[in-house]
C-alpha cells in the first residue's frame, strides 16, 4: 500500500484518451485523402508527409523552449491533427516552402503563442491556411486539374518537382485549372446553370468532377466519427444545414444569377472536410449542444456567404475563424440551465 | 401490489460504468467475526460536544448506550458487543475530512451480556412523536449518504410531505449493500418504509431501484402489499441515485438549489435506514450494525457482512482472504466517490457501506493528466448540467468569483465528469479544492465584517469621547471668557462644525480600511 498523499475520486475511468480521440480522428480522414490522391494524384500525399513532419518537429522544439516533457506532449497528437488538416486543405501542388509557412503559423503562432492545446482560441490549422491565403494568394487557389478532366495526373517525379519549385518544363500550368467553384464564380451571371453545367467537364455530375467523391469520402469519415461518438451532431448538422438553406434560397430555379444549387455546395470544395473535421474542432468550438448548433450554423452561413458574394472562392478557412471570434459570446448565451436554478 | 408502470422523469447525463456487484452478491449476508477490539465514533453532527455515558475501565452490554448528543441534532451510539472500555479517544476514522473522531474503544469478551431491549412498538398505534423518540434512542443516522441523524429529519418533514422516496438505487460500482439487505430481508425494509409513513403522515412511498437489480425488485414486489408502496425501476445511470437526480426521476419535482426536499413535500431515505427503523421499532433493536460491501481484486472472497459498528477493517478484510501483495489501495465506499484510506486499522462506522481493496490493475492511478481540450465530453455527462470544462478553468485560475456564477456549489461531486475525461484530468479535486476555497472566502467576508463592525463602534465611541471633551472645554471657555458672548458663540459653533466633519473623515476612513486589508491578508 502507498502511504502518499490518497488520490481523490473518482478512483476509476472509462479508459479513453485524448490520444485515441485524435487517432480516431486521423482515421476518419482516410477515405477523403484517399479521394484526393486518387483525383489530384502525389500531392496531397507529399503534403501530408512534409507537414505532419514539420508539425512534431515544430512541436518538439515548443516544449523543448516550454520546458515541458517533449514526448508526453506529443502523445496527444494534436500537432499532427492539425498537420492532416492543413494538408487537405492545401492544393496538391504547392512548393515546399508553402507548408512549412503554413504549418510554422499554425503550431507556432496559432497554438502556441496563445498558450498551447486547449488555450488556442483560433483553429490553428484554419489558421495557417487563411495566413497563407492571404499572403500567397495564386500558389493557394492553383488547384490541379481532377483526373476526370485531364485524364493524366503528375507522375511522382513531376509531383516532386511542383513540392520542390522546380517547374522546369512548365508542368504545372498544363495540370492546373479553375476549380468548380472558381468557374462558377467566374460565369456568374453570364449563363444558365444548366447550359454553364454542359460547357465544361470541370463541373462533374453535380458539384465539380473529384470534388463529389472527395466530399462524400469525408462525409463518410465524419458519420464514422458521430458512430464512435467522438464528435456530437451538432456542429456538422448546423453547419450543413445552413449552407443548403442558404443555397436553396439564392438557387432561384438555376437562372444565370443562381448562386448554385444546394447539392453543388454541400460537395463542392472544403464543405464535408469543413463540417467534420474542421468545424467540430473541440478546442476552438463551442461546447454547449444548443451552441454547437448556433456555431454550426453560423460557420455554415459564413462559407456559403463568401462562397457567392466574397472575394475567395471557397469560404471554410475565413469562416471558421470568424466562427471561432463568436465563440466565447455563444458561450455566455447558451449556457445550459443548472439542475434546481430557474432559467 | 403494484403493476402498473408509474411515468418517469428523464435525467440528462449520467454514466454507464461497469457494475461489478456480482462478485460481493455469491452467497447471503455473513456475519462478520466479533473482534477482539471494537473502535466506536461517537461524535455528534455538526461538530456538537458528545455527552459521554461511560468512562474508562467500566464493562458494557451489547446495546448499553455510550454517548448521546448534547444539543439538537443528537445521535446515540450504542455498545456493539459487550466488554470493557479502555480508552476514549480519538481516532481516524474513514471520512471525508480525515480529521480523528472521538471513539469509545471497547476490548470485547466473549460473555456476550445483554442490554435490556427498548420495548417492542406497535407503530399503527403510536404517534410520530413517540415513533420519532424510537428512532432517536436507537442511533439511526442515515445509512447512506450524509449520516445525517435520521429523527430530525423526520422531524423536520412532519405534516410537511406527502410523498417518501427510497432510494433503492445503489447506483455506484461495487456497493451491493442495499442489494444484499433487499434480497433477504425486503419484508423489514417494506415494514420500515410504512412505519416512515406513519410518521410523516405521507400518502406514498415511492421505491426507487434500478432495473440492474431483478432479485432484489421482486423480492420487493412479492412483498409491496400496501397500495401506498409503488416499486418503481429505473433505468440503470450513474448517478440516478443522488437525491435530487432520484427524486426528480421520480416525481418529476426539481428541488430548488438551495432548499430541501422536505421544502417541496418529499422525504428520502435508503433502503438501511428503513431497515434500521423496522429494527428499532418492531424489535427494540438499536443500531450496532449495518451491512457492509467488503469486495476487491485483493480478496480471496468478496462479501456482504453484517458488521458491528467499530469493527476494525484489518479484520474483515482478514475474513475476505486479503492478499496483502496484490493490494494497492483500500477505498472507502465505491469507486467514484469513495475515499482512498491510509490504512486497514480504522473502524467501520454507520457510513461504512463499502470497502474495496483493490490491486492496481483493477483501479490503476491515473496517469499524469494532460491539456483540456474542451471536448465537452464532461459536460455531457454531468447531471447537475454544469460546465465541467469551464469550472476547471476557474479552479485552476482561482476565479472564485467566476466558478460561483458557474453555480460551482451545485456540484455534488459525482465524478461522473473525471471519468469520462479522455485527458484523465483530476476534476473532481480541483472542484473540491475550490469549493474549500469558497467556504474559506465566505469565512472571511464574515470575519471581516465582524471585525468591520466592530472597528466602526470603537470609532464611534472614540468619536464621540472626543466630542464630548471638546464640548466640555468650549463651555469651560465660555464659563472663563464670558463677555464677549456673541461673537464666542458662533465660534465655537464653527469650531462643532469642523469637529464633526473630522469625525465623519474618521469613520469614513476606518470603514474603508479593514475591507481593503481584508484582501491580502487573511486572519489568523
Ligand atoms: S472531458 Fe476533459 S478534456 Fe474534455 S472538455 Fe471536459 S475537462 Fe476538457
Ligand atoms: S462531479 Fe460535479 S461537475 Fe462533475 S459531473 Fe458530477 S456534478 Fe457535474
Redesign the pocket.
Known amino acids: 500500500m502507498n502511504n502518499l498523499q490518497p488520490l481523490s475520486s473518482p478512483h476509476g475511468h472509462a479508459g479513453s484518451k485524448?490520444s485515441q480521440v485524435m487517432l480516431q480522428v486521423l482515421l476518419a480522414c482516410v477515405p477523403g485523402t484517399a479521394a484526393l490522391w486518387f483525383f489530384f494524384g502525389y500531392g496531397v500525399l507529399i503534403n501530408l508527409v512534409w507537414l505532419t513532419a514539420l508539425a512534431v518537429a515544430l512541436e518538439a522544439l515548443v516544449m523543448l523552449l516550454r520546458k515541458r516533457p517533449v514526448l508526453f506532449y506529443l502523445r496527444d497528437y494534436s500537432a499532427v491533427v492539425t498537420a492532416v488538416l492543413l494538408a487537405l486543405a492545401l492544393p496538391p501542388a504547392t512548393p515546399w516552402w508553402l507548408g512549412l509557412t503554413g504549418i510554422l503559423f499554425a503550431i507556432v503562432i496559432a497554438k502556441h503563442l496563445f498558450g498551447g492545446l486547449?488555450c488556442n482560441p483560433f483553429n490553428p490549422a484554419m489558421a495557417g491556411y487563411a495566413a497563407l491565403l492571404i499572403a500567397y494568394p495564386a500558389p493557394m487557389t492553383r488547384w490541379l486539374l481532377p483526373q476526370a478532366v485531364t485524364h493524366a495526373l503528375p507522375d511522382l517525379a513531376t509531383a516532386f518537382d511542383f513540392f520542390l519549385d522546380r517547374d522546369v518544363h512548365g508542368h504545372i500550368d498544363a495540370f492546373t485549372g479553375a476549380t468548380a467553384l472558381d468557374k462558377f464564380r467566374q460565369q456568374h451571371g453570364a449563363q444558365l446553370v444548366s447550359e454553364f453545367w454542359q460547357s465544361t467537364k470541370v463541373m462533374g455530375q453535380w458539384s465539380g468532377a473529384g470534388w463529389e467523391w472527395v466530399n462524400a469520402g469525408f462525409l463518410y469519415g465524419g458519420l464514422y466519427l458521430l458512430y464512435k461518438k467522438i464528435i456530437t451532431w451538432h456542429i456538422p448538422v448546423g453547419f450543413l444545414l445552413a449552407i443548403a438553406i442558404l443555397a436553396a434560397l439564392f438557387y432561384d430555379g438555376g437562372s444565370s444569377q443562381s448562386h448554385g444549387s444546394p447539392l453543388m455546395h454541400l460537395f463542392a470544395g472544403g464543405t464535408m472536410l469543413g463540417a467534420f473535421f474542421i468545424a467540430t474542432d473541440?478546442v476552438t468550438a463551442a461546447?454547449s449542444s444548443k451552441g454547437r448548433l448556433i456555431y454550426g450554423a453560423l460557420t455554415g452561413s459564413i462559407v456559403f456567404v463568401i462562397r457567392a458574394f466574397g472575394a475567395y472562392p471557397d469560404g471554410v478557412a475565413f469562416a471558421i475563424l470568424i466562427g471561432n471570434m463568436a465563440v466565447p459570446m455563444i458561450d455566455r448565451f447558451t449556457r445550459p440551465r443548472t439542475f434546481g436554478h430557474s432559467p | 401490489m403494484t403493476s402498473a408502470t408509474p411515468k418517469l422523469w428523464n435525467c440528462a447525463g449520467g454514466i454507464h460504468p461497469p457494475a461489478n456487484k456480482q462478485q460481493s452478491l455469491q452467497g447471503c449476508i455473513r456475519t462478520a467475526v466479533l473482534p477482539p477490539q471494537l473502535i466506536v465514533p461517537v461524535t455528534q453532527p455538526l461538530n456538537n460536544p458528545p455527552q459521554l455515558c461511560v468512562h474508562i475501565g467500566e464493562r458494557v452490554h451489547k446495546g448499553q448506550l455510550l454517548a448521546q448528543g448534547s444539543s439538537h441534532p443528537g445521535l446515540a451510539a450504542h455498545a456493539p458487543a459487550a466488554g470493557k472500555v479502555t480508552a476514549i479517544t480519538e481516532h481516524q476514522v474513514p471520512g471525508m475530512s480525515g480529521v480523528p473522531e472521538l471513539c469509545v474503544v471497547i476490548d470485547t469478551d466473549a460473555t456476550d451480556t445483554t442490554w435490556p431491549k427498548l420495548p417492542v412498538l406497535d407503530y399503527l398505534h403510536t404517534d410520530s412523536d413517540a415513533l420519532i423518540q424510537r428512532v432517536a434512542d436507537a442511533g439511526i443516522s442515515g445509512l447512506g449518504g450524509a449520516g445525517y441523524p435520521a429523527h430530525s429529519k423526520l422531524q423536520s418533514a412532519l405534516h410537511k410531505v406527502d410523498t417518501l422516496v427510497l432510494n433503492a438505487t445503489e447506483c455506484e460500482p461495487y456497493i451491493s449493500a442495499d442489494e444484499a439487505l433487499l434480497q433477504q430481508h425486503a419484508e423489514t425494509v417494506l415494514n420500515g418504509c410504512l412505519i416512515l409513513l406513519q410518521i410523516t403522515g405521507a400518502t406514498r412511498c415511492l421505491i426507487g431501484i434500478e432495473d440492474s437489480k431483478p432479485q432484489a425488485i421482486s423480492a420487493l414486489r412479492s412483498h409491496a402489499y400496501d397500495p401506498r408502496l409503488q416499486v418503481m425501476v429505473i433505468p440503470a445511470l450513474y448517478p440516478s441515485g443522488a437525491e435530487r437526480q432520484l427524486i426528480y426521476t421520480l416525481t418529476g419535482k426539481e428541488i430548488p438549489t438551495g432548499s430541501w426536499p422536505v421544502d417541496c413535500g418529499v422525504l428520502c431515505h435508503n433502503v438501511g435506514t428503513a431497515f434500521a427503523v423496522a429494527r428499532a421499532v418492531m424489535h427494540g433493536e438499536v443500531l450496532v450494525s449495518r451491512v457492509t460491501t467488503i469486495t476487491g481484486a485483493a480478496l480471496a472472497q468478496a462479501a456482504n457482512y453484517e458488521v458491528l459498528i467499530g469493527t476494525p477493517l484489518a479484520s474483515l478484510l482478514q475474513q475476505s482472504g486479503l492478499d496483502t501483495t496484490k493490494l494497492s489501495r483500500l477505498i472507502s465506499g465505491g469507486p467514484l466517490m469513495g475515499i482512498e484510506l491510509p490504512h486497514a486499522g480504522l473502524p467501520v462506522t454507520k457510513l461504512t457501506n463499502c470497502i474495496i481493496a483493490t490491486t492496481g490493475q483493477e483501479l490503476p492511478t491515473p496517469p499524469p493528466a494532460q491539456?483540456?481540450?474542451?471536448?465537452?465530453?464532461?459536460?455531457q455527462v454531468c447531471p447537475i448540467h454544469l460546465l465541467?470544462?469551464q469550472l476547471?478553468w476557474f479552479a485552476r485560475s482561482h476565479e472564485l468569483e467566476q466558478a460561483q456564477a458557474h453555480n460551482l456549489k451545485d456540484c455534488i461531486d459525482c465524478g461522473a465528469?473525471a471519468y469520462?475525461?479522455?485527458?484523465h484530468?483530476p476534476?473532481v479535486q480541483y472542484f473540491r479544492a475550490a469549493k474549500a476555497e469558497l467556504v474559506q472566502a465566505h469565512d472571511q467576508r464574515l470575519r471581516a465584517a465582524h471585525s468591520k463592525q466592530r472597528f466602526e463602534a470603537h470609532q464611534q465611541r472614540v468619536a464621540s469621547e472626543l466630542a464630548l471633551t471638546e464640548q466640555r472645554r468650549a463651555e469651560r471657555t465660555t464659563l472663563a471668557k464670558q463677555q464677549p458672548a456673541t461673537t464666542n458663540s458662533s465660534s465655537t459653533a464653527a469650531q462643532d462644525a469642523v469637529a464633526a466633519a473630522l469625525a465623519r473623515v474618521h469613520a469614513r476612513k476606518a470603514a474603508l480600511k479593514p475591507a481593503a486589508a481584508d484582501n491580502k491578508d487573511p486572519p489568523p
Open positions: 485524448t486547449g473541440p461546447t | 491539456a483540456c481540450i474542451r471536448c465537452g465530453y464532461c459536460a465541467p470544462q476547471y465528469c469520462v475525461c479522455p485527458s484530468i476534476l
